[in-house]
């Protein structure tokens, strides 16, 4: 029996063949959306997965204005972040934010999701997120996904 046969290949960030993906989030639902992102962006799709390394894709995210929360949630939720000082905690809604800086919403859901940890910290330099539909990574050729969820 031949035992080379038994190894398990473990990637590392020279051997992974990472791609650049475009995902159109129009009319799709936060947490559905940003779940699947970051699985693309942790690798888990590919059947290469090594828990330890970045073999993961590069995301572009277009439309994140027309993203969708169900329920209530869009004024019932709260976001909560602190300046630092005493008395620094403020509140905001998805609404509120969602008027401001509409790629924040999404990028917040996908980063809460990935690893606490350095692999985490640069997987999020992955991810791209642009409100409107024009972005500026044409150069990379990005594979357009529709997402079925």
Do not use: C
């Amino acid at each position: 029996m031949d035992t080379l046969s038994y190894k398990t290949v473990s990637l590392n960030a020279k051997t992974a063949k990472k791609e650049w993906v475009l995902i159109d989030a129009t009319d799709l639902v936060l947490g559905r959306l940003s779940s699947e992102v970051a699985k693309i962006l942790r690798g888990k799709h590919r059947p290469g997965f090594t828990p330890h390394v970045d073999t993961g894709d590069n995301v572009i995210i277009i439309n994140a204005e027309k993203v969708k929360l169900t329920g209530n949630k869009m004024e019932d939720k709260v976001y909560v972040r602190h300046t630092g000082y005493p008395g620094g905690q403020r509140f905001t809604s998805p609404a509120k934010l969602m008027e401001k800086y509409p790629e924040r919403i999404l990028e917040n859901a996908i980063h809460k999701m990935l690893p606490k940890n350095r692999l985490g910290n640069a997987l999020k330099k992955n991810l791209r997120v642009f409100a409107g539909s024009e972005h500026s990574h044409e150069a990379q050729n990005p594979r357009v996904i529709k997402l079925d969820i």
